[in-house]
């Protein structure tokens, strides 16, 4: 098993409607979870970051963490086409140890 | 303030010969990761230094890589001698080393192509 899964896609969701990507981990002990956003051929960047049960919004963003389930999610309101792009979903046991990256979930904001 | 910076951002090589890839962390970061990205796969984690000692390289594949950190600022990942599984893209990411989450921030990469 996978230490954090997530389904390959493409996910496709008409623009201006809520993109959720769904991420589950398999590590009880893992803290914090992050989101980053990879676009073809670029850098991933950091778009969210959790580690407290609950809701975390940032602008169109909203993280979701439930530890007693080990899932993670990312919900995009109102989602644009520049938000076409591959979202990692990532874990990691505490803030000196490795990051743990899921394989990705294509994003594709059809106009 | 400048980001994570990788350098060269492309690198060609024989099958055999010596690369040698640089990174450059974000001023104060003690935290500085290596990943890998192999065509249609996931990032895959190499090793992990906190300042200038390896703290976690489980992630190397074999003793042809070779991960330094100089005095805990910039790190190089030299690869001897090269294979042609060893294209693909090699990133760098650093982060703070105090409190309960860190962010860990990318470099732009070096796409590494063996032939």
């Known amino acids: 098993q996978k230490e954090v899964e997530q389904n390959s896609g493409p996910l496709s969701v008409p623009e201006g409607a809520i993109a959720s990507l769904n991420c589950t981990y398999s590590?009880?002990?893992?803290?914090?979870f992050f989101w980053y956003r990879q676009y073809s051929g670029k850098s991933p960047e950091l778009i969210m970051s959790i580690y407290s049960n609950g809701d975390k919004e940032d602008g169109r963003f909203t993280a979701q963490l439930n530890k007693a389930s080990q899932y993670v999610s990312l919900l995009i309101r109102d989602s644009q086409p520049s938000d076409s792009a591959t979202y990692l979903c990532a874990a990691q046991y505490s803030s000196a140890s490795k990051i743990i990256f899921g394989s990705g979930t294509r994003l594709s904001i059809r106009p | 303030e400048a980001g994570v910076t990788q350098f060269p951002s492309h690198s060609v090589i024989e099958k055999g010969q010596t690369v040698t890839l640089r990174c450059d962390p974000i001023s104060g970061h003690d935290n500085l990761y290596w990943y890998r990205r192999v065509m249609g796969k996931e990032i895959k984690f190499l090793l992990h230094?906190?300042?200038?000692?390896?703290?976690?390289e489980s992630g190397m594949p074999n003793n042809r890589f070779l991960a330094e950190r100089t005095g805990g600022t910039y790190s190089t990942l030299k690869v001897q001698p090269a294979e042609l599984e060893d294209s693909g893209v090699y990133f760098c990411?650093?982060?703070?080393?105090?409190?309960?989450?860190?962010?860990?921030?990318f470099g732009q990469g070096t796409r590494l192509t063996v032939v």
């Open positions: 990411a650093s982060s703070q080393g105090s409190g309960y989450i860190a962010e860990a921030f």
């Open positions: 230094f906190v300042k200038e000692s390896k703290q976690d």
């Open positions: 590590d009880r002990v893992s803290q914090s």
